[in-house]
């Protein structure tokens, strides 16, 4: 599938060498922002469950003539393991100044079928990591003099979505741990923004849930025709790990279509 659908796009000079850290960087908007990043020269490290495909992104990056990008196989569950990489990968290749938490899992579920260790499985899958891979970066953020961490969250929590409560939770939960640690870390020059995906055209989704049905939701609830793509969404991130958005912090920058 092609998702690049706009090839002259905007270069950012403050990106190039700089050492980004992506979450989830094998598939969809996680793939989409590691190629994107590349493209513009910054020197991406990023981690996903799924080894494979992984390598698979890195070898294009690779054949593509950009700066290497190195990838970890990771289970984000493991937090420790998360915080370990982060500080290693600070020391050989340089500190990381753009923290981006893109990986999540948005199965279905109904609320009959939930329980606790559900629940706390989809904390963790959501918005855990992202806490604690914040927590890794901030001393190499502030002794590099700042930097940006882009959190994702999802319009699910503004819309109400009715199929996937513990998702839908998780995701407004990172918008609020955003602003916290948008204020926290604002004073060692760090800005902290949220992106907020509306119905992203991935293979995943397409595969799983794009129906005649489906199709004609994004005809009535979208202000703007035509789908969303991944790379939508990385050319939000490109801008918030620039230096172009030196004074966005605290904010939900949504990338929907006028959905909400």
């Not at 319009?155 to 948008?182: E, N, P, Q």
């Amino acid at each position: 599938m092609n998702y690049d659908l706009l090839p002259n796009r905007a270069t950012y000079p403050s990106l190039k060498g700089k050492h980004v850290f992506i979450t989830g960087g094998a598939s969809g908007i996680g793939r989409a922002l590691v190629e994107h990043f590349a493209d513009q020269g910054s020197l991406v490290s990023f981690v996903d469950i799924n080894e494979a495909a992984g390598k698979s992104v890195a070898d294009g990056i690779a054949a593509r003539g950009n700066p290497p990008a190195e990838f970890h196989r990771l289970d984000l569950h493991d937090v420790d393991a998360l915080q370990a990489l982060i500080a290693d990968l600070g020391k050989k290749r340089g500190p990381i100044t753009a923290l981006v938490n893109n990986a999540a899992n948005d199965d279905r579920h109904r609320l009959e079928n939930v329980t606790s260790d559900y629940f706390d499985d989809r904390i963790a899958v959501n918005m855990k990591h992202q806490l604690f891979a914040a927590k890794a970066v901030h001393p190499q953020m502030k002794a590099a003099g700042g930097g940006s961490i882009v959190n994702f969250t999802s319009i699910t929590w503004s819309v109400g979505d009715g199929d996937c409560v513990c998702y839908v939770t998780s995701k407004a939960a990172v918008f609020g741990m955003t602003r916290a640690l948008a204020t926290e870390l604002g004073p060692d020059h760090i800005r902290v923004n949220s992106i907020a995906p509306g119905w992203v055209m991935t293979e995943r989704q397409v595969a799983l849930w794009l129906d005649e049905a489906g199709e004609r939701q994004i005809a009535e609830r979208q202000a703007l025709p035509g789908k969303l793509y991944p790379p939508d969404i990385a050319r939000m991130a490109l801008w918030l790990a620039a230096d172009d958005s030196r004074m966005c912090s605290k904010q939900m920058f949504t990338v929907d279509g006028g959905w909400i």
